[in-house]
């Protein structure tokens, strides 16, 4: 009765207290109210418990997080109290654990869940027999396990510190006690019957197995937060310790950590970390199952910093230690008896305190148990192989090696972990220091999946990672009905469970208010399957593309731009294509979008984008930049996209290297080369920067095949010459390579297919005046701008083929004329010319003094080449207006032996005929040079050349006038002896001036006087004259003694008949001053006869007299056959032409 | 009073609140570090209390081998008149007499906190040997509900002064905590913070009740 009172009291009190806290604003009272609730109901009268339950749940969905957390507090008390809670609470637990409002209750509910979980394990394991609600509670109890399991990857420290302690609580709960383990009075997997159906022992502890390795993975991760790091460490000693079995693995953990402490953590976190990392090393070192660790514990804490005082306190008595390795040295052989889990179940772990000593049957059974786990222990241990691996191997040359190989990847200054860190090695080369860096060393590879002992545990860990997150029998899930299970994240229930469960729902949410929950994107999506994403992104595509006008008229348009451009950068290629179209359709309009993309791209690019990658875009900034440009000019109304052209080039954040040959190839189109250089000029003006990046693609341009183009180019590679050394000296050396492709034996490979269309495939490549153009064009440019590139012109010159060098000689002149004479450059090329490159120079020469008179530097140079190297007189020809008047001379009989065109162009410059008269200058003048040319010893130089020079001497009538001609008639007669061709100079002069005859007749007669018959060929010319310039000249005959005379008639006997008659007609007084020989010998009688005919001429009498003196009869015979009336120039030459 | 080699471990403490309620474990010396910050906390909205670690409760004596040793237990008044029948003189000139003064006032006598059941979410010490100790006691502990408490270490000086810029030092941290929305998500960044302003180094850890 009085039960009943105080039952009904506490009733009273609680619907008192509940009232009360669902009306109060405040929720530290409302709180407390709860705890009061708790309180009673749970120490005062459990009985209570159903009818409050729901009441006191109801509160879960308040919107303060305190009050929330007092619920769970509840909660857990409540199933604590009474198992058949359970059921009624799973539903809200997890809705707690999809708590997004407060973080604080998330962690909350993991806390409580882990301890419900527990404790339904527990229930069900003493439950007689398992209900239907049971079941339902347990599936979705493990579903939240999963999805607290998968809490480790939460963006929240504290929960992920939750979760890494929630597993753990899994571990220990899902695997067996072992002797040596920490007394525990909590329930594990030894409580677990066998029978239980829907949790199999060999599942859970396959489970738990799967968990701990998750943890030992968070635990090795490298961007592991300190807080993280530090609750891992302990849950997983913790472990060590509870489980021995786990023993070596943690400790390889540990190790792994130690040497791979995650760079993420500041300073003060590392000394916090190992600090702590000593402590678990120290605990573990304290437990007796961790003796077959114990070296490498030890060597762990040495490297920590713990003393070996610490070490030596924290070391099990020596006694168990023995009894220890006793036990490890015979291990139990009762394999068999493995399987019994009843035995386990009499193995309680109370026992376990007293039982070390005696060695009892269940330690048998534990002992067994534990063989296996060792085997697989050191079967899972991959650092233990690489281990002895790597000290079988560290040799001190080996560790001289390394540390050599290191030394290069050592920073300048020690880093602040291992300043922190280092302890000085005392021990070094001993036996066990040697160990402990195969130890570290061993770590370091297996971190990196290196190493014989990755190898080895390969399979093993695929094992492990394959893990079946199902946790349910055969027997319940029969082969084919298998439940999907669709993810570790999911909490759906679908299939058998649906049908056949009972549907726990959340209690006290009869009146559910629906609170407002912050949206955490990360935690309600999912990635979309591939195509739903790219069907989307199409679609979102498509509208943004399609609210080009509102977005105008709204004035979003620049967000519409920034829009697409960031969803450009994670297209696919479909999607560029459409964005390529429409840009294109309104090329000005959208040009703004056009670089919104662009510099989207190129952040992206660059890596300045801090847009998380949601799709990696299949194209670059780079590709997407050539896609551009290349649709931009396949276009055929160019206009608008001329103006886009530009501004890409010219706008854009970087000019990619491809899109710089897809311009090349866009200049080298004939149609479209004046854009595309235009867009080259601009680029070299307007992005100087980069010059550099245009030049190979100028360069190619600018030694290409079409005239219009090569020009264009041209002009802007001698912009880039002149702008920048270094771009110079590209160019130079450019130039200079392809004008050495000239002096090959053929042309190269390069060179023709540069020019394909001009040379078809299968022909013989042959050096065409084309191809060496081509390869001259820019060297020449560049020439007159670096005259010193001359000299490689020189030693190319000598290597080339004939064809070649015609070539070159004909396209030399424009730029020598450019250089000038005054180069010095040019200059040392004349005075050092390669052998073989003579007529280069000589070309070089002529073009220089072509029009002007060459210069004093210039001639000395040539006089010195001709004098010491080379005797080619040729090479004096463009500098003979510079040499003196005797080396002329001296230089004549050569010169006019040449080729008559050439003779015609030395006279040329000696009397300065095409040359600009101003400063005209020549050493000879026309007299001298006409008189030298008489002079030339015939020895030196046959007759019929000089008569062929002076014949051009006499053409060029401007210079030899007549009174020229008479100056050098003169000057001739003077000579002694008498210049051979005299009389034919005379002959011509006079054929030429008929005004010189007065002339003509005073040489004559001087000759005469001079016995003009002594000297053979004068003599002949003499007679000729005679003949020619009659009547003149019967004066100068009267004059001649009486023998020539006759020589003369019997040359030219008409001269007798007529001289008679000139006779005759003389006065008397006339006669008496001719001799009387003369007169007898000209009229055939004596003085004084009367001539017997006066008016016809006598007859001839050609042999009425011999002649006894004359010298040669066979003058005579000769003279005969030719007619004395010639009057044209050859007719003498002939004559004299011996 | 700077050269005693005090090992008294008096202690403080609040009531937990609510919310995350911050403890501070002071060590060693009552007057110098721990308790000098407990007026100051006071002020403030957060809760505290303070402990010793070890095992008796030493102050000065009239001798650096000579420390006046008390069990736990034994309360401020006690000690305070004990001190002044020994040698009122000289702990009036150390000040120990007015820091007993001031800390029977504010609680009963020095506590262990190896004794103590109560659950915090914060544990700052002033010394690493006592964080050590601090650490040691909760690995030796078997954690039941795994709440999480973060034990924090700032190394302060046994003297006045330290103890005066230490106690306004762990003001500030406690205060940041305090205020932090969501603690565990944010210590570490607030450590940080705290020993870059600082210029301390702090020892930080989490253990688990």
């Known amino acids: ?1138 | 009073m700077r050269s005693h080699t005090t090992s008294d471990r008096p202690a403080r403490s609040d009531e937990r609140r609510p919310r995350d309620v911050i403890t501070v474990q002071l060590s060693r010396v009552v007057q110098s570090r721990a308790l000098r910050a407990h007026p100051v906390h006071g002020k403030k909205s957060f809760t505290v209390q303070s402990f010793g670690t070890g095992d008796k409760v030493k102050l000065p004596g009239s001798a650096p081998n000579k420390p006046n040793i008390y069990d736990f237990g034994t309360t401020y008044e006690h000690i305070y008149r004990d001190l002044q029948e020994k040698d009122r003189s000289l702990y009036t000139q150390n000040g120990l007499l007015h820091m007993l003064d001031r800390n029977r006032r504010i609680k009963p006598g020095p506590q262990r906190l190896q004794e103590c059941s109560d659950k915090f979410d914060v544990v700052i010490s002033c010394e690493e040997r006592v964080y050590d100790q601090i650490l040691e006691m909760f690995e030796s502990r078997e954690p039941v509900d795994n709440t999480p408490v973060h034990v924090i270490n700032i190394d302060i000086q046994d003297n006045h002064e330290e103890a005066t810029i230490g106690a306004f030092l762990i003001c500030d941290l406690c205060t940041q905590l305090e205020d932090s929305q969501d603690l565990e998500d944010d210590i570490d960044e607030l450590l940080q913070e705290f020993e870059s302003k600082a210029k301390r180094q702090v020892l930080h850890c989490v253990q688990f009740y």
């Open chain 1, 1 to 1138: 009765m009085a039960a009943m009172e105080v039952g009904n009291d506490v009733q009273e009190q609680c619907v008192e207290l509940l009232n009360e806290a669902a009306l109060l604003t405040d929720d530290v009272k409302k709180v407390a109210n709860l705890k009061k609730v708790q309180e009673l109901i749970i120490h005062q009268d459990p009985a209570l418990l159903d009818n409050f339950l729901d009441e006191v749940v109801a509160f879960q969905s308040d919107t303060n997080a305190e009050v929330r957390r007092a619920v769970l507090g509840f909660i857990e008390e409540a199933c604590r109290k009474d198992h058949e809670m359970v059921p009624k609470v799973v539903a809200n637990l997890s809705l707690l654990l999809q708590d997004s409002f407060s973080v604080a209750v998330v962690k909350r509910t993991i806390q409580a869940i882990g301890n419900i979980y527990k404790i339904t394990l527990q229930w069900l394991s003493q439950a007689r027999s398992v209900t239907d609600l049971m079941d339902s509670a347990w599936s979705m109890l493990g579903q939240m396990k999963r999805q607290i399991i998968s809490y480790v990857d939460h963006d929240n420290d504290g929960v992920r510190t939750m979760a890494v302690k929630f597993m753990e609580m899994v571990v220990l709960l899902q695997t067996y006690s072992e002797p040596g383990s920490l007394k525990r009075q909590e329930f594990c997997l030894d409580g677990v019957p066998m029978t239980l159906k829907i949790a199999r022992p060999r599942k859970l502890e396959e489970e738990a197995r799967t968990v701990f390795a998750e943890m030992i993975k968070f635990h090795g991760s490298p961007h592991i937060s300190s807080v993280n790091l530090m609750a891992c460490m302990g849950s997983l000693t913790l472990i060590a310790r509870c489980r021995p079995s786990f023993i070596g693995q943690v400790i390889s953990a540990l190790e792994s950590l130690h040497a791979n402490l995650p760079p993420t953590l500041s300073k003060s976190q590392v000394n916090s970390v190992r600090k702590h990392m000593k402590m678990q090393l120290l605990n573990l070192l304290k437990h007796p199952a961790s003796y077959d660790s114990h070296r490498n514990i030890c060597t762990l804490l040495t490297d920590l910093g713990a003393s070996q005082s610490e070490v030596a306190r924290a070391m099990p008595p020596a006694e168990e230690l023995r009894k220890r390795q006793r036990r490890t040295e015979e291990p139990p052989g009762a394999a068999d008896d493995d399987t019994p889990g009843t035995k386990r179940q009499k193995f309680v772990p109370e026992d376990d305190d007293d039982d070390d000593e005696e060695v009892p049957a269940g330690r048998v059974a534990s002992g067994a148990r534990l063989a296996p786990v060792d085997k697989m222990k050191h079967k899972l241990n991959a650092i233990d192989i690489t281990e002895t691996w790597a000290a079988e191997r560290l040799t001190p040359q080996l560790a001289a090696d390394l540390v050599l190989v290191s030394m290069q990847h050592l920073p300048d200054a020690p880093p602040a972990l291992f300043s922190n860190t280092f302890t000085p090695i005392s021990a070094a080369g001993t036996r066990s220091q040697i160990q402990h860096v195969a130890r570290l060393l061993a770590a370091q590879l297996t971190k990196a999946g290196l190493g014989p002992g990755v190898e080895a545990t390969r399979n093993q860990g695929i094992q492990m990672t394959d893990h079946d997150w199902e946790m349910e029998d055969e027997e319940e899930a029969p082969a084919g009905s298998r439940r999907p299970i669709a993810t570790v994240l999911s909490g759906t229930v679908t299939g058998r469970e649906a049908k056949k469960k009972v549907a726990l729902l959340p209690s006290g949410q009869m009146h559910k208010k629906h609170m407002a929950k912050p949206l955490r994107l990360t935690e309600i999506t999912r990635p979309l399957p591939k195509d739903e994403l790219e069907k989307s992104m199409t679609a979102a595509l498509d509208r943004l593309l399609a609210a080009e006008k509102p977005a105008r008229v709204g004035g979003l348009f620049s967000v519409r731009a920034k829009l697409l451009a960031m969803m450009s950068a994670h297209f696919t290629p479909q999607l560029l294509d459409k964005m390529l179209v429409h840009i294109l359709e309104d090329m000005r309009g959208r040009a703004d979008l056009v670089f919104s993309w662009l510099y989207e791209e190129y952040c992206n690019s660059v890596g300045f984008s801090n847009f998380g990658q949601v799709m990696r875009s299949t194209a670059n900034y780079e590709q997407i930049f050539c896609m551009l440009i290349s649709a931009l000019m396949v276009r055929p109304d160019f206009k608008d996209g001329e103006i886009l052209l530009t501004r890409l080039f010219l706008e854009a954040p970087v000019v990619p290297a491809s899109a710089v040959d897809i311009l090349k190839g866009f200049s080298s189109d004939p149609a479209t080369y004046q854009l595309g250089l235009q867009l080259f000029g601009q680029l070299l003006s307007g992005r100087p920067g980069r010059q550099a990046s245009y030049v190979p693609a100028l360069l190619q341009l600018a030694t290409g095949a079409a005239q219009e183009i090569r020009d264009r180019a041209l002009e802007l590679v001698l912009q880039l010459h002149q702008s920048s050394a270094t771009l110079a000296t590209l160019v130079e050396q450019h130039a200079v390579e392809r004008l050495k492709w000239l002096g090959e034996e053929t042309p190269p490979a390069q060179l023709v297919t540069d020019q394909q269309s001009t040379v078809p495939e299968g022909v013989t490549r042959e050096w065409t005046d084309e191809l060496a153009k081509l390869c001259l064009h820019l060297y020449l440019a560049l020439l007159p701008r670096r005259e010193s590139l001359i000299h490689e012109l020189a030693h190319v010159y000598v290597l080339t083929t004939a064809d070649v060098k015609r070539t070159i000689l004909r396209v030399l002149e424009a730029p020598i004329r450019g250089m000038g004479m005054e180069s010095p450059e040019l200059l040392t090329l004349v005075e050092t010319c390669p052998k073989g490159a003579e007529t280069l120079i000589t070309r070089v020469i002529h073009i220089l003094t072509d029009k002007t008179p060459p210069s004093v530097e210039l001639v000395d140079r040539v006089r010195d080449l001709y004098q010491k190297r080379v005797s080619d007189v040729r090479f004096l020809i463009p500098v003979l207006n510079g040499l003196n008047k005797s080396e002329v001379i001296a230089a004549l009989p050569k010169l006019i032996r040449l080729n008559p065109v050439v003779v015609k162009e030395v006279f040329n410059r000696l009397l300065g005929i095409h040359a600009d008269t101003g400063n005209f200058s020549s050493p000879l003048t026309p007299v001298e040079l006409l008189v030298a040319l008489h002079n030339i010893d015939p020895a030196k130089c046959d007759m019929k050349t000089i008569i062929k020079a002076t014949s051009l001497c006499f053409a060029e009538k401007q210079v030899y006038t007549q009174e020229v001609l008479a100056v050098v008639l003169q000057q001739l007669m003077e000579q002694d002896p008498l210049p051979v061709l005299l009389m034919r100079t005379v002959i011509q002069s006079l054929a030429l001036y008929n005004r010189l005859i007065g002339l003509v007749m005073n040489i004559l007669t001087r000759l005469a006087s001079r016995q003009v018959w002594t000297e053979k060929k004068v003599w002949e010319g003499f007679i000729k004259c005679c003949q020619r310039t009659k009547p003149s000249s019967y004066q100068v005959l009267l004059q001649l003694p009486v023998d020539p005379l006759r020589e003369v008639f019997d040359t030219a006997p008409e001269l007798r008949a007529q001289l008679r008659d000139y006779v005759n007609g003389f006065t008397a007084s006339q006669r008496e001053h001719l001799p009387a020989d003369v007169f007898e010998l000209i009229t055939g009688r004596k003085p004084g006869e009367e001539p017997q005919r006066v008016s016809p001429p006598p007859a001839p009498e050609p042999a009425a007299e011999p002649p006894p003196r004359l010298p040669r009869a066979r003058n005579r015979k000769r003279s005969k056959r030719h007619p004395p009336s010639s009057g044209a120039a050859d007719a003498p030459m002939k004559a004299i032409d011996y």
